[in-house]
C-alpha cells in the first residue's frame, strides 16, 4: 500500500478504532524515528497544534506527565 492509500484507510476508521491505532502503533513507530533529531524538530509543531486543539495547554501537560512518572516510579 502507498503512503496515500494507508492514511486513506486510517482516515475511515472510526473514533475508538483510531484511537486503538494510535495507542498500538504508536510506540512501536517511534522506537525507530525519535532516534533523529531533525525529525523531532519536525515533530513537535504537530504535537503541539494536537495540544491546542484538545484545549490542553502546555503547563497541564507538564503537570500531567510529572503525575504520570511519579506513579511509575512508585510501582
Known amino acids: 500500500m502507498s503512503p496515500e492509500e494507508i492514511?486513506?484507510?486510517?482516515?475511515?476508521?472510526?473514533?475508538?478504532?483510531k484511537?486503538?491505532?494510535?495507542l498500538d502503533t504508536l510506540p512501536d513507530l517511534a522506537k525507530e524515528v525519535v532516534k533523529e533529531p531533525g525529525f523531532m524538530m519536525q515533530l513537535f509543531?504537530?504535537?503541539?497544534?494536537?495540544?491546542?486543539?484538545s484545549g490542553m495547554d502546555l503547563q497541564q501537560l507538564l503537570q500531567m506527565a510529572t503525575m504520570m512518572s511519579g506513579q511509575q516510579q512508585n510501582q
Open 7 to 17: 492514511k486513506e484507510a486510517l482516515l475511515g476508521l472510526s473514533k475508538e478504532e
Open 19 to 22: 484511537q486503538a491505532f494510535i
Open 45 to 53: 509543531p504537530v504535537l503541539l497544534g494536537i495540544l491546542k486543539e
